[in-house]
């Protein structure tokens, strides 16, 4: 029985932590951002990883409180996206000002250092 009520605890806990995750990168938009003069701000992330689900919450805040600034998040599967951006691993924050990458962390999901990577970007 502590079997079983061990295997439900751990899907729904998995399945909370993929609740939310979509790719909303594109090319196009990612291009057109940065021709608008806007920082972009990408994520990457993959099913059931707990990381990507703490950073994509504390950077669905910092849309809340951040002007001009295009948050794209991919899922690391998609090896043309993954490719393109040169991101090998989930949980990948990426800041892009003026056409160029100007900040990349791996794994990073305390709202003080993201925050502070954002601020400096602007």
């Known amino acids: 029985m502590k079997k079983f009520f061990l295997i ?3 899907v729904l806990t998995l399945n909370a932590n993929a609740i939310g995750k979509e790719t909303t990168f ?6 057109k951002a ?3 003069g806007k920082i972009v701000v990408v ?5 059931y990883c707990s ?3 703490s950073q994509m919450k504390v950077l669905n805040k910092a849309k809340k409180e951040f002007d001009n600034i295009e ?6 599967k998609n090896k043309k996206i993954a490719n393109l951006l040169n991101v090998q ?3 990948t924050l990426l800041i892009f000002k003026n056409n160029k990458e100007i900040y990349r962390s791996i794994g990073e999901t305390t709202k003080d250092l993201i925050y502070k990577a ?3 970007s602007i």
């Open 8 to 10: 439900i605890f751990c």
């Open 26 to 31: 594109t090319k196009e938009l990612f291009d």
């Open 34 to 36: 940065q021709s608008e």
């Open 43 to 47: 994520s990457s992330w993959i099913k």
């Open 51 to 53: 990381s990507c689900a």
């Open 71 to 76: 948050y794209l998040t991919f899922d690391v």
């Open 89 to 91: 691993y989930q949980t």
């Open 118 to 120: 954002i601020k400096s």
